[in-house]
């Protein structure tokens, strides 16, 4: 069971996605599945390479669309662990809309974003998770708008598992990773993954002085969902760990109704042949 392959990642020395690429390669080995039992289906940006880093099925997406085909992936084939993966523009920008419904909608899959708070791959743009006031090429009076906060978003769209976790913090992001991949529903998963090269403000050392671990916070109770929001509120975004987790609410593939246990892929064709190919004549 070895997830890596033998491509050389071209992020940039000191990225954050490296230890996210390891944590995914790790939480997998430990769940004991094979490679061919993983995909790692990716949006656009630096982070949407990493399906082509991971010794697994793997598609690099287009724009925002990772989502959609990771959960038509699992709705075809469901004895494959799918995590879908992408940056915060991909998943808070142009992906918005799927990241809100695939939430509630509870698909057994694990989303894991790559936030570092700017757009890298095109040099350097606010993206929706830039605070208020941060200078880049594309505003250079600084953002007018406030950042996007997507725990609290999860939180309120439904999610059934929300964590956050650090890059640098290898054990716990596994810890996370594998939680989520075994967790039956959506589970969503925010990384803080600096920019060294273009992120000047959310750098590693800022991300240490203002992270609070869930761990240390005595009392904390990860199936509280009230608890979680007032906690992910007064801590700003900045907390780590399991945030909140339901394993009571069935995920969407235990209400189909009529939903195979057998993956569609497996299945026997309900059509003949010969009306196959007919059927085949209209789109040629
Ligand atoms: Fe990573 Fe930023 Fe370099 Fe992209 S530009 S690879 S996000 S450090």
């Known amino acids: 069971k ?3 392959n033998n491509v050389k990642p071209n992020w940039c020395p000191g990225c954050g996605d490296f230890s996210v690429q390891a944590a995914i390669q790790r939480a997998a080995a430990n769940l004991e599945i094979q490679p061919h039992e993983l995909a790692v289906i990716s949006g656009i940006g ?17 724009h925002g669309r990772a989502l959609p085909i990771a959960q038509g992936l699992k709705m075809a084939n469901r004895n494959l662990k799918v995590i879908a993966s992408g940056g915060d523009g991909d998943g808070f920008a142009i992906g ?10 509870n698909v057994d899959i694990t989303y ?9 791959l095109t040099k350097g743009q606010t993206s929706p998770r830039s605070a208020a006031g941060f200078v880049t090429k594309s505003t250079p009076g600084g953002a007018i708008e406030p950042s996007l906060k997507p725990l609290e978003v ?13 890059s640098t913090d290898l054990k716990e992001l596994t810890a996370i990773i594998e939680a989520g991949m075994n967790h039956n529903g959506f589970a969503f998963i925010n990384v803080f993954s600096p ?11 800022w991300f240490k002085e203002n992270i609070t671990k869930l761990s240390s ?13 007032a906690t992910v509120m007064e801590h700003e975004g900045l907390v780590t760990g399991i945030i909140y987790q339901d394993e009571e609410t069935p995920s969407y593939q235990n209400l189909v109704n009529g939903y195979s246990e057998e993956p569609l892929n497996q299945q026997e064709m309900m059509i003949e042949e010969k009306d196959l ?3 085949m004549k209209e789109f040629m």
């Open 2 to 4: 070895d997830f890596r």
């Open 46 to 62: 630096c982070s949407g390479r990493i399906s082509g880093y991971i010794n697994s099925y793997g598609l690099h997406g287009i």
């Open 96 to 105: 918005m809309g799927h990241t809100i419904h695939s939430i509630r909608r």
């Open 112 to 120: 894991i974003v790559m936030d570092n708070q700017i757009y890298g």
């Open 154 to 166: 999860a939180l309120s769209a439904g999610a059934t598992f929300v964590a956050q976790s650090f």
């Open 195 to 205: 920019c060294v090269t273009y992120n000047k403000i959310n750098t590693y050392d």
């Open 217 to 229: 916070i005595e009392g904390y109770d990860s199936t509280n969902r009230a608890q979680a929001m």
């Open 277 to 279: 190919q007919e059927l």
